[in-house]
């Protein structure tokens, strides 16, 4: 079973702005502080680009996680997606949207997953993978914003 949410962003910044943002290494490690997240291998400063993969370094629920995932697709200004290559979840791919509004952006972010495990992984999603990943990915559009 695949799980999946949507988070959106408003943001005083231009789409082009906000954009490359999102795709900031460095504003994602700076974002993810609390989670001692960093960036080992691959790209790991600088903006991330079409086909490029980083692998990230992360504590979450007290465990040490790895997570590598590349950038599948890429339309600048207007969106991006990230997928997992390896890592804890039998499949990840986040799609970023952005769009232009009278007082600056818009950005979406697309959230889909599917645990490992089997039925004990359904019920994680459901009871506790979600709601985590749906505020992770809140806050750090928040950050991405300038609105934390």
Same mark, same amino acid.
């Given at each position: 079973?695949?799980?999946?949410?949507?988070?959106?962003?408003?943001?005083?910044?231009?789409?082009?702005?906000?954009?490359?943002?999102?795709?900031?290494?460095?504003?994602?490690?700076?974002?993810?502080?609390?989670?001692?997240?960093?960036?080992?291998?691959?790209?790991?400063?600088?903006?991330?680009?079409?086909?490029?993969?980083?692998?990230?370094?992360?504590?979450?629920? &007290?465990?040490?996680? !790895?997570?590598?995932?590349?950038? +599948? @697709?890429?339309?600048?200004?207007?969106?991006? %997606?990230? =997928? $997992?290559?390896?890592?804890?979840?039998?499949?990840?791919?986040?799609?970023?949207?952005?769009?232009?509004?009278?007082? &600056?952006?818009?950005? !979406?972010?697309?959230?889909?997953? +599917? @645990?490992?495990?089997?039925?004990?992984?359904? %019920?994680? =999603? $459901?009871?506790?993978?979600?709601?985590?990943?749906?505020?992770?990915?809140?806050?750090?559009?928040?950050?991405?914003? &300038?609105?934390?």
């Amino acid at each position: 079973m695949t799980v999946s949410f949507v988070c959106r962003t408003e943001s005083v910044l231009p789409p082009e702005r906000l954009f490359d943002l999102a795709r900031s290494i460095d504003l994602h490690v700076e974002s993810q502080q609390g989670s001692r997240e960093r960036a080992v291998d691959g790209v790991t400063s600088g903006l991330i680009g079409q086909g490029q993969e980083v692998m990230w370094r992360a504590r979450h629920f &007290g465990l040490p996680l !790895t997570m590598s995932s590349r950038v +599948t @697709a890429l339309d600048f200004p207007r969106s991006f %997606v990230d =997928e $997992q290559v390896r890592g804890p979840f039998k499949s990840f791919r986040h799609v970023h949207e952005f769009e232009a509004t009278a007082g &600056g952006s818009i950005m !979406t972010d697309r959230v889909e997953f +599917t @645990a490992p495990f089997g039925l004990l992984g359904r %019920v994680l =999603e $459901q009871m506790v993978l979600r709601r985590y990943l749906q505020r992770l990915i809140r806050d750090r559009g928040r950050f991405v914003a &300038g609105l934390e």
